[in-house]
Structures are given as C-alpha cells and as structure tokens.
C-alpha cells in the first residue's frame, strides 16, 4: 500500500513568520514529488513540483527533497494570511495517479 | 489557455439517484485523471484514461461507477445507484503526457455531489 503520511496540524503562524510543512511517502520508486495549495471549497492548486534531491525555490517557497529519508518538505517564508489553506503532499511515479496524504491545514496570523 | 472544465459544480440527489458529471481537459493532454476527495482527506483516484484507453481503473466500484473518454477528449463520470458514502468532491484532472516533468496534474473546480 503506497502512503503519503503528513501531519493534519492546524499549523499556526504569525505573519511574516516561516511555515514549515512535512511530508514522508512509503513507495521508494517515487519519481515526482509535488505539493498543493486548496483553500476551503477549492480545487487543489499545483504550488511546487520536485524531482531531485536538494531543494529549490520559488518566490517565497522552497520545496526539499530528501530521497534516501523518504521525505519531502515545503518552507514558505515571510507568511501571509492569504498562505492560509490546507497544503496537499503528493507523490507518483511518472505517468501514474498522485498518491495524496490527507493535507497539513496552515493558519497565518496577523 | 484555458484550465480543466467541469460540470456541473454542485449536484444534490437522493440515495439510489443516478449522476453523471463532465469533464473538459486542457487543450492537448492526452492522460485524465477522475479522483474522489471526501472531506478531510486527500483526493484519491478512481479512473486513468490515456487518450481514450483506460490506464488505471483499480479503484472505481466498478458495481456503480463507470466513466468513459470518447475521442480522447471529454469525459464523463457515472454513479448509479448513489449511496450516501459517495458524497464528495468529484476532481478532475489533467496532463500533458505520461513522461517524467512533463506529468505535472492540473485540476478542475471539482463537482461537490451530496447524496441525502
């Protein structure tokens, strides 16, 4: 059975305060790695994709990946109240569906 | 460029209702995605098409569920009869092709079904 497993949180942060989102996966042949922004009643948003070990960045948000670890994480500095929304991890081997983990929930304070 | 169409965007039914929801991917992706997200989990999916072949249905209760892609473009979704545990959000999504970087899903709006 392929799992993706996060932590449900809520997550709480101050505004301009670095969120830190994790993410571990059971199915050592994953190739793509993503991650997902849905707020409330929404569609899940692509964010970030990775696909190699190290990090990378865009704007505010890093994505790490760590293959040996099985884990994967999202960073996202100088948070915002818009940042507020339930952050989907997801998994796949390339061409097949995203395996989901059931989403961190973030809440940004001002 | 336009983004993944569905509809409709809400759908209530009684249990033992039948419901079809449709799908419009982005322009030129060959593979659809169908997935369930009941509230407070992940999407998980139901159906795989690649072009107009199913891929992956391994996980569709083949017993109400049916989808088909016709012309490898549009797609519909079929529950009949629905039972209560069906409500959710119906997502549906698309990609490019089945290679490596170029797989990236994106998803429509969803179809919220609840079933009374």
């Known amino acids: 059975q392929k799992e993706v497993e996060q932590n449900s949180g809520p997550l709480s942060v101050p505004e301009g305060a670095i969120a830190s989102l994790n993410c571990t996966y059971s199915?050592?042949?994953?190739?793509?790695f993503f991650w997902y922004r849905q707020y409330s009643g929404k569609s899940p948003e692509l964010i970030m994709s990775?696909?190699?070990?190290g990090d990378k960045e865009d704007g505010r948000f890093t994505a790490q990946l760590n293959k040996a670890s099985q884990y994967v994480s999202l960073l996202i500095r100088d948070s915002q109240p818009s940042d507020s929304a339930t952050y989907l991890c997801?998994?796949?081997?390339?061409?097949?569906?995203?395996?989901f983990g059931k989403g961190t929930t973030l809440s940004v304070s001002s | 460029e336009a983004g993944v169409a569905q509809s409709p965007r809400y759908k209530i039914i009684e249990k033992r209702q039948s419901v079809a929801f449709w799908c419009n991917p982005i322009?030129?992706?060959?593979?659809l995605y169908w997935y369930q997200q009941i509230l407070g989990q992940g999407p998980k999916l139901l159906i795989q098409?690649?072009?107009?072949?199913?891929?992956?249905d391994s996980q569709l209760p083949k017993d109400r569920f049916s989808a088909e892609r016709l012309k490898g473009v549009d797609s519909t979704l079929k529950i009949q009869p629905a039972k209560l545990e069906d409500s959710a959000v119906y997502l549906c999504?698309?990609?490019?092709?089945?290679?490596?970087?170029?797989?990236?899903?994106?998803f429509g709006p969803g179809t919220r079904l609840t079933v009374l």
């Open positions: 999504a698309s990609s490019l092709d089945p290679s490596p970087r170029t797989d990236t899903q994106y």
């Open positions: 199915d050592r042949g994953s190739q793509s």
């Open positions: 990775i696909y190699s070990n």
């Open positions: 997801a998994v796949n081997q390339a061409g097949t569906a995203l395996i």
């Open positions: 322009s030129g992706h060959a593979t």
């Open positions: 098409f690649q072009n107009n072949g199913v891929v992956d």
